[in-house]
Each structure stands twice: as C-alpha cells, then as structure tokens.
C-alpha cells in the first residue's frame, strides 16, 4: 500500500478492490521493473508460482483491458486483477499445485483472444551446452539459439534465443506482440548472457526482431543473427519450420569423401545463384560451381538470402548440381569482429559447420582474408590498437581461422576451404602448427601479373616477359588457385575482352592465349561468368568448354598441380618471340608439351626441346578451324630427331599458332620403334657410306680421265714436231691421284 501510495496510485489500489492477501502477494518493486521493461528475469514474477496461500498467476499486457485465466480442463474461468494501469494483471487460484491454464484476454475493441501464457514454459536450454558456447566450442549452436519452432508439453509455439551482452533487457518483437517490447521480455540464463523464451501460438512464417534495451536506457531493433530466415523488405528476421527437404545426393557425398581434390581436376565457374545456371555449367564442362554471396549478410550468416528464395531452394540448387555430378562452393564473408570473445568465434566457427553439414556444400570460400587478419587494414596511424606483441597481426583472427580449419577436418567434413588474401601472409595453406590450415587460396599475384602482361599491345609484351614467368618461382609455397573472378573485371566493364588490346578478333585471341594459359599453368581454376558466361557469343562457350575436356581428361594438367615433378620448363628465355614452352607430368609418368605464342606472329618450323627421344602428336590448338582460328596447326604426328634444343638432346619442330596455344602429347619409342629406328640409322649410315664410296670412285675416275686427257694432249704436241726452237716447254699441272 505504501509503495503504491507513493507512485500516486492509491486510487487504483482502492479503485480495483484488491484484497490484502493478493496484495500481500505483490513485490511491486519486481513489478515496476516488468512495467519499465527493465529487466532479465521476468520469470520470477510472470508465469504461475505456486505459494502458501495458492497458485499464484500474474501477467503483463498492456493490450488488454480484461484478462481471464481458464484452468485446462475445467469450466470455471476466473477474472484476474489489473494490479497496476500499465496492464499487469494478477490472481490467486486455490490450491497449492502447479496447474495448465489459459489466458483470455479482451481489448478496448472488444475482441477476444485465448492463448497459452510464454512464462508458463521454463527455459529449456541445456547449461552444459551454454557452458560449451562460453568456452567457443559449441559447434552445433544454431540448432539451439535464434527461433526454432516445436512443441512443448503438448502446446505449439517457437523457441527465442540469443546472446546479448551488457544490456539490462531483451524481448522479442513482432505482428504477434504489435512491435511492443513490453510483452515478451525474454528470461536470462544465470552466469550467461544467454536469453530465451517460448512463445506458443508463434508458427512459422511469422516475422520478428529483438527489441533491446541497453546500459544507457535507450533502445533498439536488432534482427537475429542467428535468424535462419529473413523477410525480403525491412531486414526482420522470418521464423523456420521444420527442415523437410529430402536430399538425394548420397552417392556424390560418399565418392567426395573419397577423393583427394589435390590431385583431381578442379575447374570452377563463378556466378551469383541461377538455377539456369545448372545446365550451363554442365554443358560447359566445370567440376564446380561457386556462388557469390547466397546468406544475408555478414551479421546474418545462417539466414539464405530472400533474393535466393528461401534454404530450400539453396539445398535444391546443390543437390541438382550434385546429381550432375558437380560440387558447390559458396563464398563467406565475415565481419571485423572481436575474436577475442569466444561467443562470436564460435558464432562463425557454427556456421561454418551448418553450410557444410546441413546444405551439403561442397567448399567455402572465404573473401577478403586480410581485412580480418591485419588490425590496421583501412586504417589510418593511431586508429588501430596493436596487438600483445606490439605487432599489426589479429592474432584472434588468425586462431579463429586456425580452428575453424582443424574442426572442420576433425569432424570429417570433406569440403574445401578456400582462402583469398592478398597481403602475402605465410603459410596460409600450411597445417595449424605452422600455418593457416586452408586447403586452398587464390593466387592473386598470378592474376595481376597476368593482367599486366596481357592489357599491353602484343609488341610490347615482350618488355613484361619476366612477370609472364614469375608465378612458377613460388608456386609451390602455397597452395594455388588460379582464379579469374569477377570483381578483378570492374574497371573493364566486367568483361575479359574488354580488357584486351586491339580490334575485335585480336580481343578474342588474347582471351584464348590467356585462357589456355590459365588451364595449363599448374593450380586449380575458376573462371566467373565476366569471363564467359551464359550470354556469351557460342564461339568462346565451345572454346571454354574444349579446354575443360583437355583439363578434365588428362591427369597431367591436374593430378601433380603441387608438386614440383609435375612442372618442367623448356623455354622460359623467349622474351623477344614471348613464347613459353613447359613440360606438365602425371605420376604415371605422362608427358604433356605446353607451347603459348603470346605475339600475332605464325612460327613455323619452330624448334623446341623434348624430354626424350619419341613422338609428339598435338592434342589441342586454339588457332583450329573449330575455335575461328587461321588453322596453323599440327596434324601429323611429329617424330623427335637427336638434335640438340633447349639444353635436350632431342628436339621437334612444330608450328606454333599466332596469339594461342598448343599443346602436344608426348610417347617415347617403343623397344620396336627404337630396333626400327637403330635399323634405320645403321641403314642410312650404310648408304651414306655406300654414298660416299660411291662420290670418291666418280672423283676418282674423273681424276683419271683429266689425267688421261693431258697425256694424250703431250702426245699430240709431240706427234706435230715438238716445241719451236727457242720456246720453253708447255708447263703442265701436277695432280696427285687418288
């Protein structure tokens, strides 16, 4: 009485006739925190208790101007009081037993409305697993917080959870509540900043938010970032039903689990989601497909974008592609977080293992590496704080990145982790012990070099034949993919062509040099759709599409990419012609000659080193009648003679297409072919001997005849009188004979 006297509601108190023991009842200041909406425990009053005087239900709703209870199973219904005006009501049912209840509540419209009570449900998350999401290691955490709908002793509703530090009060927020942060307070976990709150009657489909209210009193509107849906306008966050996609793609998952996607072809197409993009890829003849950004947002990393329609038509997207025989990676983007706090890495680390494990993608590709791993990335001096060390490094980035590495292959998910970092970190393909532990990470020293070098008028290319070379010097120290993406073609309108010198058709010869040297070069590829998409002219389709047969097919161009045996350069010193000539191997000991004429210039005749003695037939040519080209190509098999080229004892000459590639493959002589061709040099060098015995008889006998004619020429002088008298004798040359 006297707390409400001093609120200056005496009036009410005596206006609703409130009896001294439910009065008795009420810890008004606990109430005004429910009123204020300033607290995170709003189970301590809300909800039915069970005391010495009864079962005791109180209530906040600041809709209602009446609220009932009807005990399940029983027809009395019993009015409840409106202890305080802002709308908390109160009653006391006999008996001292818990019992199930229902609200029926009336507004100033006069429109009824019976519901289940959210505090009648105790919170209902496990503390071992609150302990392990403190500790960072809960890796299953989206199955527990953000909204899941279900059932709980019998009644239907959906499960509200999230972490929320330093705040005084969480709610949840929607059409169910009229956006009123007053009605669903949530209920924390002790010794957590865990929140949660069942709400019957909320089904899936229904939108909502977070209503949060800080140290400072004020407030404000966040959508779930464990939201697994989110509404196409206004960022809220939509709630799930259960996950009743039905995959059929176990066959593709069990072969995935047994390949080593080191040593097996790796041909990726990168493009935004289109489900016409499934057959293109397979016509096309790409391993995989990787989809630019398909979650919502950095702060919404489980929600699928509403653009994509929903998770269901993600998981039909990969599972056709599946079916297809082809893998998806998705791209993954990441917010400047800190990875201090073992909450937020494990927010990360979780969704990690969610698109892997419950959208079966087959890799994820992590964008802009850097930005999370340098402190003073973007910043000016004095802006960023270093780290322990007195170094620039986010050392809680770079063990955020390490575990998500090593859990990922602890727990058997066999995807590919792709990095992109451009700032030269170490070892970002290393294991966890002296690197990153990525499986993979874009070359983009490869790609700017590359970029360099072609952008220049073939006459000048000449100048930047070094960088051309360049990429094979370190090669080995990371694990290599050559990546084309989109984003590297903005200033040139997202197209390859565009970026190329001279008229047209030279625009497309220097996009077949570069792509044939791109499916050549040892490392993994991706190609996006700036490059050759789906609206492309058919000529550079089917040019694409040949070289992924050529890549796909032969073991050399893949199975060895990160291994130095699998490499050999045979010339790498043309900087005049801008020609390159290298060796690719496979383990089985194959051979494939790779020759990129990197000028407009035909060299026929053109004399290049092979690494034995054998055959050369040529097994791809970008300058063939079928890709537009001129036809300079090979199409007899090419025998090698032993004659010195390239530091080779054997050699060939070949004709190497203007502005293209060829590529050749390589047989040593068979033990017949090898009796042939020594009964065939033992046979040349028969006639040639034969030959010159031949020359030396005809010399000979040319010999004798001069001879032969000079004495007969002697006699004749001496047959007409001899010399005059006075003359000197005719003087004849001596020749030695034979």
Known sequence: RDFCLSRGLGDVYKRQGMNNKLYNLMNWPDIEGIVYSDTDSPQKLLGGHVCEEGFLIQTFNPHAVEMKVKIDGKSKIYPMQKVDEAGYYAVLIPGKRKQNYTFISENVEGEQREYKDAYAFEMSIDNAEIRKF?????????????????????????????????????????????????????????????????????????IYKYEVRKKDGSCMLITDPYARAVEDEGNAAVVCGDDDFVWSDDKWMALRKMEDTRRTPASIYQTAFSEDSCSYVENAGYTHVELMPVMAGIHCCYAVSPKIGGRNELKKYINTMHDMGIGVILDWECSRDNFNVPEISNYYIANIIMLAEEFHADGIRFTELDRLLYLD?????????????????????????????????????????????????????????????????????????????????????????????????????????????????????????????????????????????????????????????????????????????????????????????????????????????????????????????????????????????????????????????????????????ESECDGRDNSVRITLPPMGIAVFRCTPYTENELIEIENARKEKEARQKREEARKLIEEAKRLEREAEDIEKKKRMVRKTGGAKSGSKKPVTAKRKMP
């Not at 509200?160 to 942060?181: T, Y």
């Not at 690197?435 to 930047?464: Q, S, T």
């Open 134 to 206: 403190k500790a960072g290691i809960n890796y299953e955490i989206y199955r527990i917080l953000g909204a899941h709908c279900g059932v709980i002793n019998g009644v239907r509703g959906t499960r509200f959870a999230i972490w929320m530090p330093d705040v005084q009060r969480v709610s949840v927020v929607g059409d169910f509540c009229k956006w009123d942060g007053r009605v669903f307070q949530m209920m924390k976990h002790d010794g957590s900043s865990v929140y949660e709150l069942f709400i019957p009657g909320v089904e899936a489909g229904s």
């Open 377 to 641: 990335y973007g910043m000016a001096p004095g802006e960023w704080t270093p780290n322990i060390y007195g170094g620039k490094e986010n050392l809680a980035a770079v063990e955020l990145f390490k575990h998500i590495n090593s859990i990922i292959k602890k727990r058997g998910l066999d995807i590919m982790l792709i990095a992109r970092e451009s700032a030269a970190w170490p070892c970002v393909t290393g294991n966890v012990s002296t690197g990153l532990g990525f499986d993979y990470k874009w070359n983009n020293g490869w790609l700017k070099e590359l970029f360099d070098f072609m952008k220049l008028d073939p006459i000048y290319r000449k100048d930047r034949y070094n960088q051309l070379v360049f990429s094979m010097i370190y090669n080995y120290s990371e694990k290599f993919i050559l990546a084309l993406p989109e984003d590297a073609f903005a200033d040139y309108g997202y197209s390859m062509l565009n970026m190329m010198p001279g008229s047209d058709e030279e625009k497309f010869a220097s996009v077949k040099a570069a792509l044939g040297y791109t499916f050549l070069h040892p490392g993994k590829k991706l190609i996006s759709d700036s490059v050759c998409n789906m609206d492309d002219n058919n000529k550079l389709n089917n040019y694409v599409k040949e070289l992924n047969n050529l890549y796909r097919s032969n073991p050399e161009l893949h199975e060895l990419d990160y291994d130095p045996d699998g490499f050999e350069w045979i010339n790498n010193f043309s900087a005049n012609e801008t020609v390159v000539i290298f060796c690719r191997k496979s383990s089985e000991g194959g051979h494939l000659i790779a020759a990129v004429n990197f000028t407009p210039v035909v060299r026929k005749n053109y004399k290049i080193g092979v690494p034995y003695a054998g055959k050369c037939r040529e097994i791809f040519n970008s300058d063939s009648l079928q890709f537009d080209g001129e036809g300079n190509v090979n199409p007899d098999i090419i025998r090698s003679v």
